[in-house]
């Protein structure tokens, strides 16, 4: 059975750091590509960033400069190195992974707080 398992999230003052990690179990995901999405209350969720199995990243623009993501194949886990943390940026974090004409899969959230 296939789990996404998110870990990292928290409280933290604006203009912080958090590091988020996604840990898959029940397959390898080295061809995958994988990524972040948000969703914060009374919002839809939305797009954060990827990363290829090849290594190449994309962003929301706003998150863009301020956050990193990356994976580490080896560990079949993902990050999200997330720094100047914003109010703006409080929300539920999923990690994701598209799989095309079948239904993603997704982790079960974890929550990022950030405080002004």
């Known amino acids: 059975q296939v789990q996404l398992v998110e870990s990292g999230g928290g409280l933290v003052q604006a203009g912080g750091s958090l590091r988020l990690s996604c840990a898959a179990s029940?397959?390898?995901?080295?061809?995958?590509?994988m990524g972040w999405y948000r969703q914060a209350p009374g919002k839809q969720r939305e797009f954060v960033a990827q990363?290829?199995?090849?290594?190449?990243?994309d962003y929301a623009d706003a998150v863009k400069g301020r956050f990193t993501i990356s994976r580490d194949n080896a560990k079949n886990t993902m990050y999200l190195q997330m720094n100047s943390l914003k109010v703006e940026d409080t929300a539920v974090y999923y990690c994701?992974?598209?799989?095309?004409?079948?239904?993603?899969?997704w982790g079960q959230g974890t929550q990022v707080t950030v405080s002004s």
């Open positions: 994701n992974v598209p799989r095309g004409a079948s239904p993603d899969y």
């Open positions: 029940g397959r390898t995901f080295i061809r995958y590509t």
């Open positions: 990363i290829t199995s090849g290594g190449r990243t």
